[in-house]
């Protein structure tokens, strides 16, 4: 399931739309965006990992990303490439992802399946849209610790929360 969160600086009128997790489409993104890899639209570097590393995975769940310059949010897939840590389970031909969504079959590596079976090999650079800097991630975890405390890159004002959180899938 994912999350909207509505932020807003109450000193400029700066506005967020933080879009995080993962839905039922989620088989259709991992795949949609591995081939997209593959096909070195995201850059050589993961090109070069799911090349040399073909039981590799990456994780296309959304998170904000925050860039360390100019300090503007977007909301990114993660992309962080994994190595498995142990042998994988056997997939069930049969499962399914969700009931509205089956994908019965698909090829793709779940969030959860990432974090017990595989291990971070390297995260992926995101660059911001708009100053070109680095961007540093900022998990759904970290997001819900953090989202009282993060600032306007406008003003610097600290953000405040509107009242509708909306759970998306």
């Not at 909207?4 to 989620?26: H, P, Q, R």
């Not at 591995?34 to 090349?51: N, P, S, V, Y």
């Not at 100019?70 to 399914?96: A, I």
């Not at 759904?140 to 003003?155: G, M, V």
Request: hydrophobic residues 30%.
């Amino acid at each position: 399931m994912g999350k909207v969160y509505k932020l807003y600086c109450d000193n400029c009128g700066y506005e967020l739309e933080a879009t995080l997790g993962v839905g039922f489409l989620f088989p259709r993104v991992y795949k949609e965006t591995l081939d997209e890899a593959r096909d070195g639209k995201l850059g050589d570097r993961i090109q070069t990992f799911l090349r040399e590393h073909p039981d590799g995975a990456i994780d296309c769940s959304l998170v904000l990303a925050q860039c360390i310059y100019c300090g503007q949010y977007e909301t990114v897939h993660d992309l962080t490439m994994y190595l498995p840590k142990k042998k994988l389970p056997t997939k069930d031909p049969n499962q399914r992802w969700s009931i509205a969504m089956p994908f019965c079959g698909a090829d793709y590596v779940a969030p959860w399946d990432l974090r017990e079976y595989y291990k971070a090999f390297a995260a992926y650079p995101h660059t911001c849209k708009h100053c070109g800097g680095d961007m540093k991630l900022i998990t759904e975890k970290t997001f819900e610790r953090r989202r009282h405390s993060l600032k306007c890159p406008n003003c610097r004002s600290k953000l405040n929360e509107g009242l509708d959180v909306i759970l998306w899938d």
